[in-house]
Nanobody, 121 residues
């Protein structure tokens, strides 16, 4: 059973930086593709970025960087904007080991509870 716990969210001002963390526990977590998603009220959950077991990562924003180390996954967010306000979720494709980078929300099997990020203007 994989458990994902996000932390690091909060209230920041536009232009600030924030680093979210995701603590992953369970068997083989270091072998799974991990992802970050976000969801704002009234909107669908959207892809933010993904990282493979080997550290290869992709993100939709050049301001965002994903990394991983020792069963932790990080989302570094720079130059934050009010439109970045959302609940941010960590997820894992926990049924496939050594898999590819994945952006489709439906392919992620394991999810954290989310952490709120609010960016004020």
């Amino acid at each position: 059973q994989v458990q994902l716990v996000e932390s690091g969210g909060g209230l920041v001002q536009a232009g600030d930086s924030l680093r979210l963390s995701c603590a992953a526990s369970g068997r083989s977590v270091n072998r799974y593709t991990m992802g970050w998603f976000r969801q704002s009220p009234g909107k669908e959950r959207e892809f933010v970025g993904t990282i493979r077991f080997n550290g290869y990562s992709e993100s939709v924003e050049g301001r965002f960087t994903i990394s991983r180390a020792n069963a932790q996954v990080y989302l570094q967010m720079n130059s934050l904007k009010p439109e970045d306000t959302a609940v941010y979720y960590c997820a894992a494709v926990c049924t496939v080991e050594f898999g590819p980078a994945v952006s489709d929300v439906w392919r992620y099997d394991c999810w954290g509870q989310g952490t709120q990020v609010t960016v004020s203007s």
